[in-house]
C-alpha cells in the first residue's frame, strides 16, 4: 500500500505538476526516510508490477510530439523558416558526456565552480543571416531583453526577407523557428511577432536540435572555439 500511496502522489503548484517520487529510487528513499522501511529495489519493482504499474519513458512524449510537428510542418518549404536560438560560449571545453581514451585511463573531469561565459544569439535561413547578438557576461535573459535586443535587430531584416521571399522564391508565407525558452513564450514575445505580422512555426517539440539549423551553426561555432582555445 505504501509502495502505491508514494507511486501514485503528485505535487502540485502554479506552474507545475510532478511526481515526487517517479522512480524505483525515489520510492525506496522515501520508505527507509519516512517509516524506516528498507526494501531492495527489484522488491520495490516487483510490487510496481504487480499493482499493474508499467515504466514508460518521458521521451516517448517527445517522440510523439517530434512526430506530430514532422507531419505539421511537411508542407511548409524548408526556405520558408527562417531558424533563431541562443547558446552559452565558453573556453572551458566541448560539454560532452562521453570521451574516448586508452584502456585503463580516466576522463578529464569537467571544470567545477562557475565558469566565464557568454550567451550569444543568432538567426538563420534560406539567403538570411542575422547579426551575432553578444550579452554582457552574467546577463540574465528575459522577455524584455530578447524583444529589445534580439528580435528588434532583426524585425526590419525578417520582412524584407519575407518579400525577397515572396517575390523570388515564390513562398507565400515565412515562418519564424524557436524553442519553448521562457522568454520565447512570453506574452511580451508573442505581441512583437503578432504586431509585427510574422508567423511562428506552431507546436515545435522540445529536446529537437535536428529541426533547428541554428543549433548546427552554434555547434560549429563552438568546436572552432575549442580549437582556438584547447
Avoid at 529510487?25 to 524506516?36: D, K, M, S, V, Y
Avoid at 527562417?82 to 547558446?87: A, K, L, N, P
Avoid at 584502456?103 to 538567426?123: E, H, K, N, Y
Avoid at 515565412?174 to 511580451?188: C, K
Amino acid at each position: 500500500e505504501l509502495v502505491k500511496f508514494l507511486s501514485e502522489r503528485v505535487s502540485r503548484s502554479s506552474k507545475r505538476c510532478v511526481k515526487p517520487f517517479a522512480t524505483t529510487t525515489q520510492i525506496r528513499e522515501e520508505l527507509f526516510r519516512a517509516f524506516r522501511i528498507d526494501v531492495s529495489l527489484a522488491t520495490i519493482r516487483h510490487d510496481l508490477k504487480a499493482l499493474g504499474k508499467v515504466c514508460v519513458s518521458r521521451d516517448q512524449l517527445h517522440r510523439k510530439r517530434r512526430r506530430a510537428f514532422a507531419t505539421a510542418v511537411t508542407d511548409v518549404d524548408p526556405k520558408a523558416i527562417v531558424c533563431s536560438d541562443e547558446t552559452w560560449v565558453t573556453c572551458q571545453g566541448p560539454r560532452t558526456r562521453y570521451e574516448w581514451v586508452n584502456p585503463g585511463d580516466s576522463p578529464i573531469p569537467r571544470p567545477r565552480g562557475p565558469q566565464p561565459q557568454l550567451m550569444v544569439w543568432a538567426a538563420v535561413g534560406y539567403n538570411f543571416k542575422s547579426p551575432l547578438i553578444v550579452f554582457p557576461a552574467g546577463h540574465k535573459m528575459s522577455s524584455a531583453s530578447y524583444v529589445k535586443q534580439c528580435l528588434g535587430h532583426v524585425g526590419s531584416g525578417l520582412k524584407q526577407h519575407a518579400e525577397y521571399l515572396q517575390e523570388h522564391e515564390a513562398v507565400e508565407q515565412m515562418y519564424f523557428l524557436q524553442d519553448g525558452a521562457a522568454w520565447h513564450s512570453a506574452q511580451r514575445t508573442k505581441d512583437w511577432f503578432k504586431r509585427n505580422g510574422i508567423e511562428l512555426v506552431p507546436e515545435y517539440p522540445p529536446y529537437s536540435p535536428d529541426y533547428n539549423m541554428m543549433e548546427r551553426v552554434f555547434k560549429d561555432l563552438l568546436a572552432a572555439l575549442y580549437r582556438c582555445f584547447p
